[in-house]
T-cell receptor, first 112, second 118 residues
Framework: KAGVTQTPRYLIKTRGQQVTLSCSPI?????VSWYQQTPGQGLQFLFEYFSETQRNKGNFPGRFSGRQFSNSRSEMNVSTLELGDSALYLC???????????FGNGTRLTVT | AQSVTQLDSQVPVFEEAPVELRCNYS??????LFWYVQYPNQGLQLLLK??????LVESINGFEAEFNKSQTSFHLRKPSVHISDTAEYFCAVSGDNAGGTSYGKLTFGQGTILTVHP
């Protein structure tokens, strides 16, 4: 069974640009969550989607947004990139309410 | 609000020695607790979880953790470590609403880097 797939693995962008990251959950998983990992702030929750609806949102500015499609695939978008947005962005999916999260290998975003 | 404190940022040990990685949490609701491991350039892998029932949970590769509600702790232990256990370990907590539903929102500790020396 394929795991959580994130594309691309690496991305380099310039300040002010926008970026879209993609996540394909494990087959049968309907919930997708996104996390940002940085050396300074650690792992921080961005948002969670279930059945195309945002269920929960972390404390990030409105420049960070996401969506989920009918096939459970998810995308997150960051507009007007800042240097501080450089991070590893992790996507995770879960099968049911009491199931643990399964993480992908992440997309490493570098903003120059 | 929930928070997780991993008391040691780095733990160096020799191969075949025992190890304990400490984790304390605070929460105003019932919690689910997790340990994840991260190897370089990879995502997080679930090591073990506490949802309910027995307070001692074990993983397939020899790690165990004990949920201690009175001390609000969930320490991770292994009686004999291997070189391959070198990685960063994260303790995490998720909330449980009155209906017993878990969330996809985890609060993580800052991580403990375990380095196993030969």
């Amino acid at each position: 069974k394929a795991g959580v797939t994130q594309t691309p693995r690496y991305l380099i962008k310039t300040r002010g640009q926008q970026v879209t990251l993609s996540c394909s959950p494990i087959s049968g998983h309907r919930s997708v969550s996104w996390y940002q990992q940085t050396p300074g702030q650690g792992l921080q929750f961005l948002f969670e989607y279930f059945s195309e609806t945002q269920r929960n949102k972390g404390n990030f500015p409105g420049r960070f947004s996401g969506r989920q499609f009918s096939n459970s695939r998810s995308e997150m978008n960051v507009s007007t990139l800042e240097l501080g947005d450089s991070a590893l962005y992790l996507c995770a999916s879960r099968r049911a309410a009491q199931s643990p999260l399964h993480f992908g290998n992440g997309t490493r975003l570098t903003v120059t | 609000a929930q928070s997780v404190t991993q008391l040691d940022s780095q733990v160096p040990v020799f191969e075949e020695a025992p190890v304990e990685l400490r984790c304390n949490y605070s929460s105003s609701v019932s919690v689910y607790l997790f340990w994840y491991v991260q190897y370089p350039n990879q995502g997080l892998q679930l090591l073990l979880k506490y949802l309910s029932g027995s307070t001692l949970v074990e993983s397939i590769n020899g790690f165990e953790a004990e949920f201690n509600k009175s001390q609000t702790s969930f320490h991770l232990r292994k009686p004999s470590v291997h070189i391959s256990d070198t990685a960063e370990y994260f303790c995490a907590v998720s909330g449980d609403n009155a209906g017993g539903t878990s969330y996809g929102k985890l609060t993580f500790g800052q991580g403990t880097i375990l380095t196993v020396h030969p």
